[in-house]
């Protein structure tokens, strides 16, 4: 796979705590950050995915709420 050269200004002491923690894990620095992308964009997707399967389960006590709402006296059409 192709690799592209990133570059990232950070304090030294974050630098410093990015190149402990890949030697930790036995990683070169890029290899960690890859790492920790990777990881906040899986969670990311499993947050949305969870939020998806929550609608498709629940939707049709949104659609009853919301048409209650829309049907109760005073309500206005939007």
């Given at each position: 796979?192709?690799?592209?050269?990133?570059?990232?200004?950070?304090?030294?002491?974050?630098?410093?705590?990015?190149?402990?923690?890949?030697?930790?894990r036995?990683?070169?620095?890029?290899?960690?950050?890859?790492?920790?992308?990777?990881?906040?964009?899986?969670?990311?997707?499993?947050?949305?995915?969870?939020?998806?399967?929550?609608?498709d389960?629940?939707?049709?006590?949104?659609?009853?709420?919301?048409?209650?709402?829309?049907?109760?006296?005073?309500?206005?059409?939007?």
């Amino acid at each position: 796979m192709a690799k592209t050269q990133l570059g990232a200004r950070v304090d030294d002491d974050i630098a410093k705590l990015a190149r402990a923690r890949a030697k930790d894990r036995g990683l070169s620095v890029g290899d960690y950050i890859a790492a920790l992308v990777k990881e906040d964009a899986g969670g990311l997707r499993r947050g949305l995915d969870a939020a998806r399967r929550f609608l498709d389960d629940h939707q049709a006590v949104f659609d009853e709420a919301e048409d209650a709402d829309r049907h109760a006296p005073g309500a206005h059409a939007t």
